[in-house]
Antibody, heavy 119, light 107 residues
């Protein structure tokens, strides 16, 4: 059974960066397509980016291009999402979500990491 | 940018059928999936590739798609089905867009 374990909650000041980790167990990260989704308090789900198995590249939502970087360390089966130049509107729960068949459906979700941006 | 529109809320009586429509330009040409999210929990995939149900998801959840819409249907709705539901679509031009979300209330 695939499990995704995320790093703990974090508080950042405006302008800072945050790096959230997502460790995979029960599967090999290289056999998954990992994505990142966020949810602001009381709001809906927002796709930030993820691996597209069809072209073998990481795609980023236009809204976050230039400000987000998604990386993977296959030696530890851990995925990372780094968001720069944080602002108050980035306060949200950040989820990693995995697609195991390359069918663009997120079969497995992490528990979420709350990132609070406040001065 | 591509948008997927859902009704903000749907109310249903226990045992009745609830339907949620997700609308987007040529949505029927793309693969749609649906997620259920209960308060304080991570989303759960309930329908993928328009109509397929992951293992462990009850048969009362079904999906369809045609034209500019995808629909999630919950038959014989139970109190435990009360949750927020989000559609999502993917293709090379839009990547992974989520719908606006629908709160299902079981009265």
């Amino acid at each position: 059974q695939v499990q995704l374990v995320q790093s703990g909650a974090d508080v950042k000041k405006p302008g800072a960066s945050v790096k959230v980790s997502c460790k995979v167990s029960g599967y090999t990260l290289s056999d998954l397509s990992m994505h990142w989704v966020r949810q602001a308090p009381g709001k809906g789900l927002e796709w930030m980016g993820g691996f597209d198995p069809e072209d073998g590249e990481t795609l980023y939502a236009q809204k976050f291009q230039g400000r987000v970087t998604m990386t993977e360390d296959t030696s530890t089966d851990t995925a990372y999402m780094e968001l720069n130049n944080l602002r108050s509107e980035d306060t949200a729960v950040y989820y990693c979500a995995a697609d195991d068949y390359g069918d663009y459906a997120f079969d497995y979700w992490g528990p979420g990491t709350l990132v609070t941006v406040s001065s | 940018s591509y948008e997927l529109t859902q009704p903000p809320s749907v109310s249903v009586s226990p045992g009745q059928t609830a339907s949620i429509t997700c609308s987007g330009d040529k949505l029927g040409d793309k693969y749609a999936c649906w997620y259920q999210q209960k308060p304080g929990q991570s989303p759960v995939l309930v329908i993928y590739q328009d109509t397929k149900r992951p293992s462990g998801i009850p048969e009362r959840f079904s999906g369809s798609a045609s034209g500019n819409a995808a629909t999630l249907t919950i038959s014989e709705t139970q109190a435990m089905d009360e949750a927020d539901y989000y559609c999502q679509a993917w293709d090379s031009s839009i990547a992974g867009v989520f719908g606006t979300g629908t709160k299902v209330t079981v009265l």
